[in-house]
């Protein structure tokens, strides 16, 4: 997008076809849009900056956390081997190849160089988010069975 263009709304019917694929969740870091009490943004995995498609093949659900701290970024520093490596697809990779659930089941636990650099840069275990998860687990809403 140029400085000048207007950001367009995703039509509603592609934001009707992206809650039905990704089933109301984040799909960075699973929580559900019921849980989180707010509608979930609709994430660029590409960001239009970089030339990335309002499609559906482009498109995805995250949480208002996941997808502030995402904003434009495409690649991030794996904390253990300390490279760049691309952030995690949603559409492309699984996330349980990438990411688990601690003992708690409430913190994400990065399993690979792009799982972990995703982790640090989304902030996925930020203390309000665990907060949150801690009496989503203790309610049994936590963690989602997908």
Same mark, same amino acid.
């Given at each position: 997008?140029?400085?000048?263009? #207007? ?9 009707? +076809? +992206? ?11 699973? !929580? ?22 309002? $499609? ?11 997808? #502030? ?5 495409? !690649?991030?520093?794996?904390?253990? !081997? ?17 990411? $688990?659930?601690?003992?708690?089941? !409430? ?10 650099? $995703? ?28």
């Amino acid at each position: 997008m140029t400085q000048g263009e #207007v950001k367009m709304a995703i039509p509603i019917e592609l934001r009707r +076809l +992206l809650a039905e694929r990704d089933k109301n969740y984040c799909v960075y870091c699973l !929580t559900s849009e019921e849980n989180c009490g707010l509608r979930m943004h609709v994430d660029h995995i590409i960001p239009e900056t970089a030339g990335g498609k309002t $499609t559906f093949d482009n498109l995805c659900l995250a949480c208002f956390s996941c997808n #502030v701290y995402k904003s434009a970024t495409q !690649t991030g520093l794996d904390p253990l !081997t300390q490279i760049m490596v691309p952030l995690f697809h949603p559409l492309q990779q699984n996330w349980h190849d990438h990411f $688990t659930w601690d003992e708690s089941k !409430t913190k994400i636990i990065g399993l690979t160089p792009c799982g972990r650099a $995703t982790v640090l840069i989304l902030q996925m275990n930020n203390p309000t988010v665990i907060k949150a998860r801690r009496r989503w687990v203790s309610a049994g809403w936590h963690p989602p069975v997908m």
